[in-house]
Structures are given as structure tokens and as C-alpha cells.
């Protein structure tokens, strides 16, 4: 579904991803994990094209999204993003965050952006908040919300970029939990994080980076337990 | 020496006439300075160069000359070119295009303190810049910039006494025309401040209820 060939970002004279090469099928769950630094949110901001990247290729369904002249704004629309710091929109409800994409990107009409929007917030345990604003919610609650945000575009494949990193401990199991409901779903998913619990129960593969490589990659059993790569243990010494 | 107040209850109404007038050209020019500012502001930020160059040019020059000055300019130097305006169109362009310079500032200030994320969350979800603008950013930069919104605003109805010097019978102007017949300045233009000052007080201090109430619901 994602191909991605010799992908390469600097920032300045700062290279960040250095030739990134693999492919995401349909219904695969794809854990990142790396080092600050390793390039791991870049590359994942470069899947949406959030980060513009210098050379090589990421081809979705069939067609180059790197070529000069494609419509951003569409391809966005099959590519759900979850950010770290939720980035809810502060002035709208939950409702409305949820509706106002389908409604004024896809034209959905109103009563049908409201049920849609409701049918999200239902799958993510929050059908009662809906008329909450983010600041009345708890930061497990705003990344619920962000996700259902998320999802009411219909994406093919959906981001989460350190999804549970600025949470508090209390709080990552209920988001850890609507993603685990959503890989049980089918849904194509590449996931920045070091929640090895979630890795290891939800994810097809893992994928460890360094210096902008991937350095190794494979089942999470393997690259957790059993990594080939030197570097590889050295990082797992420190996170787990 | 004494102080004679009746000259003020005399001439009451025709201090109202001119406070009409200052109000109808503060809230015209509020309004289109409002607009001009955050066109400007969005032209400031814009990726366009050229657009970046002139906004800029206008907002320096604006700021970088006297409200006065542009003002005689307007309505005394124009008609040298051909163009001709009466006294209240200049009036209400002069007060508009000197008070979207300080306002363009003023926006261009509250997007900017808008965090990135919401720009990028915004595009994440497919809409455009303009979009993203227009739902997302601008309705929580507005938010954030009333105050020194409600500043200008203020700055802007006391500002327009200026008008006076182009005979534009306003607030300050209908008090000089009293003082040519009856020479009381000190009541006249006491009275006169406690005016500008009751106006822009009941201001300020609507305006800050209905920022309270804004906030409340983000």
C-alpha cells in the first residue's frame, strides 16, 4: 500500500533521514522506534508530507505523492495524523473538531457531519463529551477526541507520532486501548513510539532507526528479545 | 473668574451633532481599518514576496508619519492630483488606512502566537492554507489580540479629533465653533474630555464583558 524508496530529508545542511527504504501493506502495523534524534517523527511526517522530502520516493497506491504538482490537500485527506501534544483546536467542541474536516473539506452536509462525528466519538468511549471543550478534558481524553478527529476523514492509513508520550501514566492505557481496537480493526497503521506493551500485542512489525537508516526491522518479538544489530541492544538496554 | 457651565446645557445639542459625527466616522473607519488590518496582516505573512514587500512598505510608512500629516494630505494635497474628496471621505480613509497599519500589527502578532501544531493538525486533516485560516488559526488569533484590539479602538475615536483641522464638524471641531462665539475654552473643552472620556470608558468596559464571556467557552 506504502512504498517507500531511498527517501532522504535535511534540515540545512542536517541530514536527517539518510536513504530510508520499506514497504507498509494494507492492515500492517508498523512500530517505530529510535533514539531521539534517529529521524523517526520526520519520517513519519514525511508519510502526510508534512516534511517535504528531497529525493527518493513514497508511493501510495500506485502513485508517487513526491512528484512536484500532486494535490497535497487530497492526498492528506486518506492520511489521518495523531499528533504528540493533540493539537486539538482549542475553540471548537469535540464535536466540532471532529465534524469540521468532513464538513468543509469532503462537504459532507451538516446532519450527517454531527452523526458522523457522534459515531466517531462513540468509538472512543466519548459519545457523553461531545459538547466538551479540549480544555475541560483530561490529556487521555483530548487524544481520544484527536483520534476520532482523525478517523472521521475515512483515512487509509493513519500516523501516530509519540501518541502517548506527553500523557500521564494513568492516562496511556486508554489510548493504548483505542489503538489496539483499531489494529484489531484492519486499520494500516505506522506508530513512533516506545510503548513496548502496545508493540508487542498490536504490531506486525517494528522498525529500528538510527542516524536515519533503518538499522533493523522484524517481528517485535525478534527486534525486542532477540535483535540482531548491535546498536540495536544497546538502544533496547536503555529504553526497557 | 468664575466658571459659567450654562454655556455647555446651551449648546448641548449642537455638541451632540458633533459627537454623532465622531462616532459614525470612528466606527466606519474601526470597521474598514479592522478589514484593511487583517488582510494586511495575512499579506505579511503570506509566502508571496511581493506581497510581503508592499504590506510591509505600508505598514512602516503608516506608522512612520503623523496621522496629522497624512490627514492634510488627503484633503489638501489630493486635489492638486485631481482627486477630490469631500471632507468626511477623506475623514474616514484617513482614520481606515492609519488605523490598518497598527491593526495588521496586531493580528499578524496573534496568529504568529498561534503554536504550529494547529496549522499542522489543520493540513493533516486535508484542508488548505486558506481553509486552515480561515477555521483554525484566525478565529483563535482574534480571540487572543481583543485587548489590544479594544486599545486601538480607543486610540482611534481619541485620534479622531484630528478631523477638526480638516473641517470636519466633530466632536472637538463643534466645541472650537462654540469657543469662536463665547470664549469659555475651560468649559468647553472640560466638557469635551469628559465626553471622549465617558465614550471610551463604557468602551473598554463593555468590550472587556464581552471578552470574559468569550473566553469562557475555550
Known amino acids: 500500500m506504502i512504498k517507500v524508496r531511498n527517501l532522504h530529508k535535511s534540515f540545512g545542511k542536517l541530514e536527517v533521514l539518510c536513504g530510508i527504504d520499506t514497504e507498509i501493506s494494507k492492515g500492517e502495523v508498523v512500530v517505530?522506534?529510535?533514539?531521539?534524534?534517529?529521524?523517526?517523527?520526520?519520517?513519519?511526517?514525511?508519510?502526510?508530507?508534512?516534511?517535504?522530502?528531497?529525493?527518493?520516493?513514497?508511493?501510495?497506491?500506485?502513485?508517487?505523492?513526491?512528484?512536484?504538482?500532486?494535490?497535497?490537500?487530497?492526498i492528506r485527506q486518506n492520511v489521518g495524523m495523531v499528533f504528540q501534544h493533540f493539537n486539538l483546536f482549542p475553540h471548537k467542541t469535540a464535536l466540532q473538531n471532529i465534524s469540521l474536516a468532513p464538513l468543509k473539506v469532503k462537504n459532507i452536509p451538516p446532519q450527517e457531519a454531527r452523526n458522523l462525528a457522534l459515531s466517531q466519538l462513540e468509538k472512543v468511549g466519548l459519545l457523553e463529551k461531545a459538547n466538551a471543550y479540549p480544555r475541560h478534558l483530561s490529556g487521555g481524553q483530548?487524544?481520544?477526541?484527536?483520534?476520532?478527529?482523525?478517523?472521521a476523514m475515512q483515512p487509509k492509513v493513519m500516523l501516530f507520532d509519540e501518541p502517548t508520550s506527553a500523557l500521564d501514566p494513568e492516562m496511556i492505557k486508554e489510548v493504548l486501548n483505542v489503538m489496539k481496537q483499531m489494529a484489531r480493526d484492519g486499520m494500516t497503521m505506522v506508530v513512533v513510539s516506545h510503548e513496548m506493551g502496545f508493540a508487542?500485542?498490536?504490531?506486525d512489525r517494528v522498525i529500528y532507526l538510527e542516524g536515519g537508516i533503518i538499522a533493523e526491522e522484524g517481528p517485535p518479538e525478534q527486534v525486542f528479545f532477540h535483535p540482531q544489530a548491535a546498536r540495536t541492544k544497546e538502544f533496547l538496554s536503555q529504553i526497557l | 473668574m468664575t466658571l459659567d457651565y450654562s454655556v455647555i446645557v446651551k449648546n448641548w445639542p449642537f455638541l451632540m451633532l458633533g459627537l454623532q459625527e465622531t462616532l459614525r466616522i470612528s466606527s466606519l473607519a474601526v470597521t474598514m481599518g479592522f478589514?484593511?488590518?487583517?488582510l494586511v496582516a495575512l499579506a505579511r505573512l503570506s509566502r508571496f514576496n511581493l506581497l510581503k514587500i508592499i504590506s510591509s512598505a505600508y505598514i512602516e510608512f503608516i506608522r512612520g508619519t503623523p496621522l496629522l500629516v497624512q490627514l492634510f494630505i488627503l484633503y489638501?494635497?489630493?486635489?492638486?492630483?485631481?482627486?477630490?474628496?469631500?471632507?468626511?471621505?477623506?475623514?474616514a480613509i484617513g482614520l481606515s488606512?492609519?488605523?490598518?497599519?497598527?491593526?495588521?500589527?496586531i493580528v499578524r502578532a496573534g496568529i504568529q502566537s498561534i503554536d504550529r501544531g494547529q496549522m499542522e493538525a489543520a493540513r493533516s486533516l486535508g484542508m488548505s492554507g486558506t481553509m486552515a485560516m480561515i477555521h483554525v488559526i484566525m478565529p483563535q488569533a482574534l480571540r487572543?489580540?481583543?485587548?489590544?484590539?479594544?486599545?486601538?479602538?480607543?486610540?482611534?475615536?481619541?485620534?479622531?479629533?484630528?478631523?477638526?483641522?480638516?473641517?470636519?464638524?466633530?466632536?472637538?471641531?463643534?466645541?472650537?465653533?462654540?469657543?469662536?462665539r463665547t470664549y469659555q475654552d475651560f468649559e468647553i473643552f472640560t466638557t469635551i474630555a469628559l465626553i471622549y472620556f465617558v465614550i471610551t470608558y463604557a468602551l473598554s468596559k463593555i468590550l472587556g464583558y464581552l471578552e470574559r464571556r468569550l473566553q469562557v467557552s475555550d
Open chain 1, 32 to 74: 517505530i522506534i529510535g533514539a531521539s534524534g534517529s529521524g523517526k517523527s520526520t519520517f513519519l511526517r514525511c508519510l502526510n508530507l508534512l516534511e517535504i522530502p528531497q529525493k527518493g520516493q513514497i508511493i501510495m497506491d500506485g502513485v508517487n505523492i513526491c512528484e512536484p504538482g500532486v494535490n497535497l490537500n487530497h
Open chain 1, 142 to 151: 483530548q487524544q481520544r477526541v484527536a483520534i476520532a478527529r482523525a478517523l
Open chain 1, 200 to 203: 508487542r500485542e498490536a504490531a
Open chain 2, 35 to 38: 478589514c484593511i488590518g487583517s
Open chain 2, 76 to 91: 489638501y494635497g489630493l486635489p492638486q492630483l485631481g482627486i477630490d474628496l469631500d471632507r468626511r471621505a477623506a475623514a
Open chain 2, 97 to 105: 488606512i492609519n488605523s490598518g497599519a497598527y491593526v495588521a500589527e
Open chain 2, 144 to 180: 487572543r489580540v481583543i485587548p489590544p484590539l479594544v486599545n486601538e479602538l480607543i486610540m482611534l475615536i481619541k485620534d479622531s479629533s484630528l478631523l477638526s483641522v480638516i473641517a470636519l464638524t466633530e466632536l472637538m471641531r463643534a466645541g472650537e465653533h462654540i469657543r469662536t
